[in-house]
């Protein structure tokens, strides 16, 4: 993986200070430049960037990510108890794996796996922020979930749908110009699939 300074070089080209309504130099100094000689994985927080618009800076093949329909709701998502996002509009994932070894568990099953490892799954937009730097990582049947994306409802429950990101198929629903493209969509939290691994990651930090 890059150095964070060369990732927050990356997302600027890409076009984050647009997307954020700010200039370049404004965006830099919110990284707080002096913090950005490390490694890891440079996270875009939700709060500069909603998920729904980060999709769209995911590429592959010359064409743009996407949200599917029936995810408008996509910044309802929040995260889960027990994972603690730093409050900051930039911050660092370190050691984040996709899972492959979780593949064909469900998203219920694999939570209580993944913490025994002491490790942490990811946020929807952590998801996306990783696959911004290292887009090969997205691969057709080695896709995967981030289950630390959760929708709360009124009652306390959460709703049953678990955010993912895998490869348009170009369905009807979807659009045929949309086949092969990045694609945040959901699974229910219960069911299996054996193309979706389960992502997550050592842990997080602030950049200061």
Aim: proline residues 8%; charged residues 25%.
């Amino acid at each position: 993986m890059a150095f964070l300074v060369d990732q927050l070089d990356r997302l600027l080209d890409l076009g984050l200070a647009d997307l954020a309504g700010v200039d370049e130099e404004t965006l830099a100094d919110r990284a707080e430049g002096e913090a950005l000689a490390g490694s890891g994985t440079l996270v875009v927080h939700p709060s500069l960037i909603r998920p729904s618009t980060l999709a769209t800076l995911l590429q592959r093949k010359g064409k743009p990510g996407y949200v599917v329909p029936d995810m408008s709701d996509l910044c309802d998502f929040t995260p889960i108890d027990g994972v603690e996002v730093p409050l900051t509009p930039f911050y660092v994932l370190d050691g984040i794996d996709r899972g492959d070894d979780l593949r064909d568990w469900s998203p219920d099953e694999a939570l209580p796996e993944i913490a025994s490892r002491g490790r942490t799954p990811l946020t929807i937009s952590e998801g996306i922020s990783w696959l911004l730097q290292r887009p090969e990582m997205l691969e057709p049947n080695h896709c995967f979930m981030t289950i630390a994306s959760r929708k709360p409802k009124k009652t306390g429950a959460l709703d049953k749908r678990t955010p993912g990101i895998w490869i348009g198929g170009g369905s009807p629903r979807d659009g045929k110009e949309r086949d092969g493209a990045p694609k945040v969509g959901w699974c229910w939290s219960g069911n299996r699939h054996s193309w979706l691994g389960i992502a997550s990651a050592d842990g997080r930090r602030p950049l200061a």
